[in-house]
């Protein structure tokens, strides 16, 4: 069984653009989350889709938004990029949304901001 | 809210000593707990979870017991291997406050076996 795919793997940016990252789950899976993980701040939540809809958002600003498809696959948006944006951002899907159910990671896209 | 308290590492550890990872956590309720571990240029492997207390989660070789009573969740390794270096997450999913049941991470412990 495929595991969750994120595209592209490295992007490098300058200060003002805007980016698209891309994630397919597990197949089957229909929740996706997004975390960014940096050296300074660790592994934060932005947020959660389940069947289309976002179930949950963490502390970042509106610049940041997602999406998620009618096959559960989902994009994550930052406009305006800052410096402080470089980070790895993971992508994570499990079956449901359930406590219990355990969230499986893509090895992320790694963004640098110049 | 919810939050994990893990030890600081690095942790440097002779091939077959025993590890011990602290991992305590803060939440109401009854969330599920995690260990996740990422090797360099990687994302999160899920290690192993437990979902009740009392519950032990195990998988490598790996152990750790939910404790409800002291709320922790340390990770042990009877005889560690260099391939076993790499940094380990605790995390905790869910409980009453659980704000949707997102992960919430520890730091992070990083762990170096030497031969």
Same mark, same amino acid.
């Given at each position: ?23 397919s ?16 701040q660790? %592994? ?10 976002q ?5 970042f ?9 009618s096959?559960s696959r *989902? ?6 990029l800052?410096?402080g944006? *470089? ?5 994570a899907s499990?079956?449901?949304? /359930?406590?219990n ?6 090895? /992320?896209?790694?963004? *640098?901001?110049? | ?11 440097? %550890? ?5 590890l ?7 939440a109401t309720?009854?969330?599920? %707990?995690?260990?996740y571990?990422q090797?360099?240029?990687e ?14 989660? *195990? ?8 404790r ?16 076993d ?11 009453v406050?659980?704000?949707g049941?997102?992960?919430t991470f /520890? ?9």
């Open positions: 069984k495929a595991g969750v795919t994120q595209t592209p793997r490295y992007l490098i940016k300058t200060r003002g653009q805007q980016v698209t990252l891309s994630c789950p597990i197949s089957g899976h229909r929740s996706v989350s997004w975390y960014q993980q940096t050296p300074g660790g %592994l934060q939540f932005l947020f959660e889709y389940f069947s289309e809809t179930r949950n958002k963490g502390n600003p509106g610049r940041f938004s997602g999406r998620q498809f096959n *989902s994009e994550m948006n930052v406009s305006t800052e410096l944006d *470089s980070a790895l951002y993971l992508c499990r079956q449901g949304i /359930g406590d159910q355990p969230q499986h990671f893509g090895d /992320g896209t790694r963004l *640098s901001i110049l | 809210g919810n939050s994990v308290t893990q030890m600081e590492g690095p942790v440097t %550890l002779s091939e077959e000593a025993f011990t990872i602290n991992c305590t956590y803060t309720g009854y969330p599920s %707990l995690f260990w571990v090797y360099p240029g994302g999160l492997q899920l290690l192993l979870k437990a979902t009740k207390a009392d519950d032990k989660g *195990s998988n490598k070789g790996f152990e750790a017991t939910y409800k009573e002291t709320t922790s969740f340390h990770l042990e390794k009877g005889s560690v291997q260099v391939s270096s790499a940094v380990y997450f605790c995390a905790l999913q869910g409980g406050t659980g704000g049941n997102k992960l /520890g730091t992070g412990t990083q762990l170096k076996v030497e031969l």
